[in-house]
């Protein structure tokens, strides 16, 4: 027997990539191919860290791009499986921190805030910690068009707007913060809509950034969706996902996020 | 739940996953609503006849209400993506076919291989989210005549469903509706029955 299971480290330990591995070729720019006796062929980016030949085991750690480099964001999200909430509901929201919708758990928080504006009016809000939880409770008065931002680190943002109740039209204003993710119109977001936000800096149209933009529960590692602000700040993406999406900025350090609640 | 679900999410939420077939067979549902001015069925006033069994016609029984229980929704096995539509109130039809070829993007045989797969990678099912996002705005933004070819048919409506009464099967002792029973020299018999004694399974 020659062949050898392949095993990779991601950063959190070894984990299975192949079995049976019978053909292994570096190749250019950190690639490595292989190849098992089943005829299954793979590409992986990283480094050849050890080969226990007697123990039929290579041990590869991957390399990561520098566009991977995964920097934590935080971010809101309804603590409900329903997706919206109702008049007389509790309104109850999870503040998160990680990257691309996953949770980091050991990432952790530091000097956070959280603040609620229901028609101009600014209250901070506090935390109520539940292991390791940051959870955010409005009770059951609530109503209307209300939004919840959180700050940590003083440099990472998070926005959600709470619609509660239907058809409520009043204007959405910004809430000023350094970086912010404004949408254009808020309507009840659906599958099949083209969304339009918008990206202020210090209150002003920020054109030709990158906006990333990702939903709850994809398997893609790194954000799905990659949009540019034209001359008004604004890009748009075409909803195609279940669930709750996530828009996300960057620039100077603040990484601010908008969480656009589905009820689909 | 909440009323009011828009025709692609009552799609989805019945069949369970999104795939072209499904968003096709929205597209279907959505034109013959538009093209004969209907909503969805009540007490049987829309028919479908439909002539394949694939994800599609989910979309038809979700969205406009003809499903196979109510008897509203005919299968013709052809193997053809077409839908036809009537409405009694109105009464008119309209033939759907989808056209030969209008889906057949690069993505389309990439997911399909992916959907033949029993289990995925990571990366495999990352792969298919995406091919399932670019699908998806391709199918619901097409415009309709490049995916359809549709026009009014003549169409005899059919009765409303009749409830016919139910036998006793003589040898399993099962019900068995009138008309779907034979009547044999053992007795009344159910198809099972029947065939099981050797006898001609004419349904
Ligand atoms: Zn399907
Ligand atoms: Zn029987």
Redesign the interface.
Known sequence: MCEANIYIDRGSGEELLMEMVDRVIPGEENNIFMESIFGERRVVKARIREMELVHHRIILEEIKEAAEVQTMEIWLEPDTDHG?FHEGEEVSLKLLKGYNMKAEPAAGFKNTKAFVTNGGEKTELHFHEHDGDKNLIMGQETEGLIQVYAVDEERLYAKLIVEIGHHHHHGLQPLGLPLEIVPSSYSHA???DNYEIQVLKEGKPMAGVEVRATYAG????DY?HHLTTDSEGKARL?L???GNYLFTVSDEGIISTFTLMK?? | MCKNMPPLELAIQFHGHVCPGLLIGVRAAELAQKHLDITQDYDEELIAIVETDSCGVDAIQAILGCTFGKGNLIFNDYGKNVYTIASREKGRAVRIAQRFGATAFRESERFRQLNRKDSLSEEEAAEKENLIGVLFEKIMTMPPDELFAWEDVEFKVPDKAQIHATLQCADCGEGVMETRSHNTEAGILCTPCCQKRGGEAGV
């Open positions: 919206h659906r599958m099949g994809t398997h893609n590692r799905p075409y195609t996902a279940r009820s689909f």
